[in-house]
């Protein structure tokens, strides 16, 4: 949840370099705030569907109010951040099972 919405609050970059940029700089807030290194963040508290998602530009979220809304009807335990994110990942996580099994 954290280096999603890290990551939302960069701007449009125009090379992969600048991406991973920003990505880089995500992890390094993700560590600092959980107390972590940055490596033990990147491969166990980031699902990599988020910075697979940022590179390839679809990581938004615009909808987010709408979102908030429908997911703490079903969702009350998770806060409306993390409700967000499970949603985002379940979604691009299907997504992409399809694709796979087309």
């Not at 090379?15 to 940029?21: C, D, G, P, R």
């Not at 700089?25 to 290194?37: K, P, Q």
């Amino acid at each position: 949840m954290l280096a999603a919405m890290a990551l939302a609050e960069y701007e449009t970059v125009d090379s992969e370099a600048a991406a991973k940029k920003n990505i880089r700089a995500a992890i390094e807030a993700v560590a600092a705030r959980l107390g972590n290194t940055p490596t033990v963040c990147r491969k166990c508290y980031i699902h990599p569907e988020i910075f697979e998602s940022y590179l390839g530009d679809a990581l938004t979220l615009e909808a987010r109010a709408e979102v908030e809304q429908a997911l703490r009807e079903d969702l009350g335990e998770l806060t409306p951040q993390e409700a967000v994110v499970l949603a985002f990942l379940q979604r691009r996580l299907a997504e992409k099972a399809q694709s796979t099994a087309s």
